[in-house]
């Protein structure tokens, strides 16, 4: 984490934080998302992994991309994203009555558009079993 200078951090999740931070050697602003029990626990050491390895596969103009990833000397496991500004959760948060036609047609447009991206690359959010579905 030594190439990058903390700025905030922009939220937390079941395995990890993002923080807002900038490259030291550009300035650059970018999303770093530090996985908290990766160091710890080897499964999610080994989610943490499979999220690398897939994210590293995919380049769509709707999916943010990851930059750089890396293991620290004390095995803390680290995604480096470009920064993206304001989310769809924020917006949302904005406008409680909804969100406005043209926002909401391209918010659907984009996602649909990197759901079908994922899709042809055979990656899957989750899986179920057919039990699930009964």
């Given at each position: 984490?030594?190439?990058?200078?903390?700025?905030?951090?922009?939220?937390?999740?079941s395995y990890g934080y993002v923080y807002k931070c900038a490259e030291r050697a550009t300035g650059r602003i970018v999303?770093?998302?530090?996985?908290?029990?990766?160091?710890?626990?080897?499964?999610?050491?080994?989610?943490?992994?499979?999220?690398?390895?897939v994210l590293q596969g995919l380049n769509h103009p709707a999916i943010v991309p990851l930059l750089d990833a890396f293991k620290t000397k004390?095995?803390?496991?680290?995604?480096v994203f470009s920064f993206a500004g304001r989310n769809a959760f924020e917006a949302l948060g904005e406008t409680p009555a909804g969100l406005?036609?043209?926002?909401?047609?391209?918010?659907?447009?984009?996602?649909?558009q990197a759901l079908s991206?994922?899709?042809?690359?055979?990656v899957a959010a989750f899986r179920c079993s057919s039990a699930a579905w009964s």
């Open positions: 984490m030594e190439e990058y200078i903390y700025l905030s951090t922009i939220g937390e999740g999303a770093v998302k530090a996985f908290k029990q990766a160091h710890i626990e080897p499964e999610i050491k080994k989610l943490a992994l499979r999220e690398v390895r004390t095995g803390r496991v680290y995604m406005p036609a043209p926002q909401l047609k391209l918010l659907a447009w984009q996602l649909l991206y994922l899709h042809r690359k055979k």
